[in-house]
């Protein structure tokens, strides 16, 4: 090895890419980066806000002192009651009133019509307050859920919200006991697997996020209750995500943070990952950004173990397009 290189190398010439990647690397593991640089964005996750409104406060108020904003947009993964406008509201404070969010419906958001009708508004008129997500989308959902499952496209990345309670008819529903996107339990029936494979087969972007409120592969609660409790559904979805080389599938439901890939079932490349509850506290709060770049998609994960501050408990790289995948990981991270 020549003694020169590269200790003694002055900093002048190690060039300029050499410090454009230590300094793109620090900016990645500090989570530290603008909304939108160049082709790399980053967005953020929460799911199960519930009415833990002061705890998600505190949540979007780390958010801006960690990541200094919700980034691109905000997604929360469902269970959005006690009331979802109050929740907007925490967003408005904290993010803006023209912040853009994501609502996913979760199975207590089904339970008030009142609630489930914010949703279909937020989707057709943004309930007047703001731009609606329609105006946003790249694909809406199958008729009888066409307002609260829907795909967009941001930069190099697919996004898809699925209302995993959607029985297949073709007529909504107003409350759980009638209509058709109320209706269900957490099933991706085949007419929602029909709809996502063909929104999958029209996209032509590198990276693809899943949005849905149960998990397919659930921990340490609703095992057996969540999309598992229809397996043969549940292992087409994961076949379908598979083939269509989708990043990660997010999920709420359970309250518990937790990153899954090559473990039990059949879990393979996909990354299921469970935003843990914003406003609960079986497992503190979570929430999550994930970085897209130009050739890879990273995770910083925040959490605050029921305690009053957050801090960075993982850094996941999920994938890259110029690489090939690394080995399966064995088994679950929880930390
Ligand atoms: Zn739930």
Redesign the pocket.
Known sequence: MDQNEPRNRPLSQIGAIGIIAILTFALLASGRLPAQDGGTFYFTVTS?PHSGYSRFSRLCDAINKHLGGAGAFHVTA??LVGSIAKNRAIIDRYFGRAALWYPVV???DLDKPKELEWLRNEYENGNKLRSPISERIKNRGPAGSSRTTYSWDHRNAHFIVLNVYWNGDANEGNGRENGSDTAGEGDIVPALLKWLAADLAANDKPFIFVFG?EPAFPWERHVGDSLDAYKENRDAFWRLLESAGVTAYVC??THYYSVRRGDAGNIGNVWQIGAGSAGKNDDGQTFLQFIVGSREVSLNVYRNAGTGSFRKTAYLKLKSVKQPLPDLMETAVHP
Do not use: K, L, V
């Open positions: 199960d469902g269970d979760g199975n207590h409120h709420g439901h």
